[in-house]
């Protein structure tokens, strides 16, 4: 995975200068806009979730990410988290499939 949809809870929309800020790479609030996945960083569910630095989406039931391949691909919300990992990491040697 190159780029992924980060998830902010909804109630945390606009907000700025906390663990759980909506911020961007480009204002100075770098850390608010990376994102992890895999075990014990899944990808969030709902769109109330308030786990911190994982991805998500407001797409029903899918988080759009852009592969290092250039393909964008719609991943399950339910995907195992083992697989995100996977996918998240580079130069592991393992060959991922999404029906996993």
């Known amino acids: ?3 992924g949809e980060k998830h902010v809870d909804v109630d945390q929309w606009g907000v700025g200068g906390s663990t759980y800020a909506d911020g961007g790479a480009y204002n100075g609030d770098g850390f608010n806009s990376m994102r992890f ?3 014990g960083k ?5 769109i109330f979730d308030n786990s911190i630095n994982i991805f998500g989406s407001h797409h029903p039931g899918v988080c ?5 391949d ?4 719609a991943i399950p919300v339910t995907v195992n988290a083992a697989t ?3 996918l998240a990491a580079r130069a592991d040697g393992e ?3 999404l029906d996993q």
């Open 42 to 46: 899944t990808l969030a569910r709902i």
């Open 84 to 86: 995100l990992g996977w």
């Open 70 to 73: 250039g393909s964008v691909k």
């Open 64 to 68: 759009q990410f852009v592969l290092c």
């Open 95 to 97: 060959v991922v499939s």
């Open 1 to 3: 995975m190159l780029v």
């Open 37 to 39: 996945a895999g075990p």
